[in-house]
Nanobody, 117 residues
Framework: VQLVESGGGLVQPGGSLRLSCIASGFTFSSYDMSWYRQAPGKERELVTSITRSGRITYYADSVKGRFAISRVNAKNTAYLQMNSLKSEDTAVYYC???????????WGQGTQVTVSS
């Protein structure tokens, strides 16, 4: 079982990045998917979530209008499009798979996003 994030990197303020989370070893379409982030010295926080079907999404206030979550079940992949990036978006971003009982069963290893000029 694996969740593998990719797409992180260094970007200037106002720039964009697209993160990917590829799942293997479990039935991806049976899980809600979320992106969390953790900045240095801070607790991990929920950024955005998407339901199994992709019809319902949630965004933290801090990223509304700038970030977009999506998924392609046929590709076992979730995405996080991040636009208008700010320095405060700097963090390690993790994807998580939440099962029917509301528990996160699987986590990725994280990908670093650094927003700096």
């Amino acid at each position: 079982v694996q969740l593998v994030e990719s797409g992180g990197g260094l970007v200037q303020p106002g720039g964009s990045l697209r993160l990917s989370c590829i799942a293997s070893g479990f039935t991806f379409s049976s899980y809600d998917m979320s992106w969390y982030r953790q900045a240095p010295g801070k607790e991990r926080e929920l950024v955005t979530s998407i339901t199994r079907s992709g019809r319902i999404t949630y965004y933290a206030d801090s990223v509304k209008g700038r970030f977009a979550i999506s998924r392609v079940n046929a590709k076992n992949t979730a995405y996080l499009q991040m636009n208008s990036l700010k320095s405060e978006d700097t963090a390690v971003y993790y994807c998580g798979a939440r099962g029917i009982l509301g528990v996160y069963d699987y986590w990725g290893q994280g990908t670093q996003v650094t927003v700096s000029s």
